[in-house]
């Protein structure tokens, strides 16, 4: 058996312990805030529904010991912790006694907890990691990482919660989309997915709730005016056309083709076959001129929403996990669980939530630019900390972070950090590398966890290319100290390498 079949193994063993559960009980459902988490509770409650098990959800930003301590306070029995929950587990196993908590993520496992790292010692033994998801008293933990799968690429908070839904009842094979939505959501999607994804994809695909074609990589084909998409276009990027309304205009009458449909902007989704011949040609060859590295490399997978209709936001599962995540972000996240439910009211709503989120995102950009020169911003020697206080809000910090990142403002390789206070007196950061390349030798999960060794209360997360803190409101002065004296000393080293490597 290869690891995979381990893992699904484990879900059964958990889908087992699931079927021992007093019918009769109500069961508490937690979640992640973001597109991956919404994901992964529509799927359960579709699954609960199903099993004509009553439940009541909620989506939280994290889960710290004051949550937990207040959920395990509320009158329930059984818990689902999904997208979160195995970086604590040993404060789960400690804190809710005489209660059961299923908990599926694919999260980092916790350094303080017995059992997960004695599979990780044990080298990720397939017969340890089966023993140690039933291993705890409270607890019932399955993460795909015990197993040695790739839980950052492999397969996400929903992708488990939906093996496990399949292994429940077969008839969970229609919720195959709403995992593919979480995946996507999750970047985990790079000109297809891997293994355990890929899997998921072919049971959407098998119940036809989803198509796939070859397509250009643009974000909003379906919603947004051609002209509008190509000015937007970072990833591809198109040199002389990106950036600039005017030019794109300008440049799809050089090409032939009209931006307009009569009186109305053309959409991409609009576009004859042949008219998208010209335009693919006319991408490919205006990168070559530009000397672009990969000048083709403009075309991916697109993956249609079956019952949506043509032009609708939830009709490109990119666009749909782009207004989960809004929906999250503006504290709204029923209307994406609704949405995901085929709820008609709430697909409505989370459309205007849209827009509210992007009223959010132009204030906090506008902020920025109006902070130029103030004290909330500390520039140094190849980075700049935004600290934008009650400013904007601090669910948008990542992307005012990653749109600063994308825009040519800073020299690339410069690194970002974005600091904005929450309403709970914590601040919640951000951090990101300027520029449109994927792999600069800067390990910011390395940075962000040195400056925040010495300051109390504090817990970070995240990737190489992309992580974030949380710390309490009163460490903010000592934070951007700390965060000065960490990018002063360990930027040059890491930065040297990077010269060493381009020439
Ligand atoms: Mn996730």
């Not at 699904?8 to 087992?16: P, Q, S």
């Not at 991408?283 to 070559?288: E, T, V």
């Not at 920025?368 to 909330?376: D, H, L, P, V």
């Not at 360990?490 to 381009?502: C, D, E, F, I, N």
Request: net charge neutral.
């Amino acid at each position: 058996m290869d690891s995979y079949t381990y893992f699904k193994e484990g879900l059964k063993r958990a889908v087992d312990e699931f079927r021992k559960l007093d019918k009769k009980e109500t069961i508490r459902i937690v979640s992640h805030l973001d597109c991956d988490g919404i994901s992964s509770s529509a799927i359960l409650i579709r699954a609960l529904q199903h099993e004509h098990r009553n439940y009541t959800v909620s989506i939280v930003q994290q889960l710290n010991e004051k949550a937990m301590r207040e959920l395990n306070a509320e009158n329930f029995k059984y818990f689902f912790f999904t997208d979160l929950g195995s970086s604590q587990v040993s404060l789960v196993e400690s804190i809710f006694k005489g209660k059961k908590v299923f908990v599926l993520d694919h999260h980092e496992l916790d350094p303080k907890d017995k059992i997960s790292q004695r599979v990780i010692s044990a080298k990720h033994d397939a017969e340890q990691a089966l023993k140690a998801i039933t291993a705890y008293e409270h607890v019932v933990h399955v993460n795909p990482v015990l197993f040695g799968v790739d839980g950052g690429r492999e397969i996400c908070g929903a992708g488990i919660t939906y093996l496990f839904a399949r292994i429940l009842n077969p008839v969970n094979k229609a919720s195959a989309h709403i995992a593919v939505i979480g995946a996507i959501g999750e970047v985990q999607e790079h000109n297809g997915f891997l293994s355990l994804n890929n899997e998921i994809l072919q049971d959407a695909l098998a119940t036809g709730t989803i198509t796939v074609k070859r397509g250009l990589r643009f974000f909003g084909m379906q919603t947004r005016p051609l002209h509008k998409v190509l000015e937007y276009s970072n990833d591809p990027y198109i040199p002389g056309v990106t950036g600039s309304e005017s030019s794109a205009i300008q440049w799809l009458h050089h090409i032939g083709i009209d931006p307009k449909n009569g009186k109305d902007w053309k959409r991409g989704m609009h576009l004859s076959e042949e008219d998208m011949a010209k335009l693919s040609s006319a991408i490919i060859l205006q990168r070559m001129q530009d000397n672009h590295e990969n000048p083709e490399d403009i075309f991916g997978n697109v993956y249609l929403l079956a019952h949506e209709k043509e032009g609708s936001p939830f009709k490109d599962a990119k666009e749909f996990a782009t207004l989960l995540n809004s929906c999250g972000r503006m504290q709204k996240a029923s209307l994406g669980i609704g949405a995901l439910l085929g709820e008609q009211k709430a697909k409505k709503a989370a459309l205007d939530n849209l827009a509210a989120y992007r009223k959010e995102l132009l204030k906090a950009l506008n902020w920025y630019k109006e902070a130029q020169g103030s004290r909330n911003l500390v520039k140094g020697n190849g980075y700049i900390i935004i600290n934008a206080q009650d400013n904007i809000l601090s669910t948008v910090t990542g992307t005012l972070a990653s749109i600063i990142a994308k825009s040519n403002e800073l020299r690339e390789g410069t690194v970002i950090v974005s600091m904005a206070r929450t309403q709970e007196q914590t601040i919640k950061i951000s951090t990101r590398i300027a520029g449109n390349k994927r792999d600069y030798p800067i390990d910011l999960s390395a940075i962000i966890s040195a400056i925040i060794a010495k300051i109390e209360g504090a817990s970070s997360g995240g990737h190489y290319q992309a992580a974030g803190a949380v710390i309490p409101c009163a460490q903010e002065t000592l934070f951007i100290a700390q965060a000065q004296d960490v990018l002063d000393t360990m930027l040059p080293a890491m930065v040297q390498k990077l010269s060493v490597r381009t020439t």
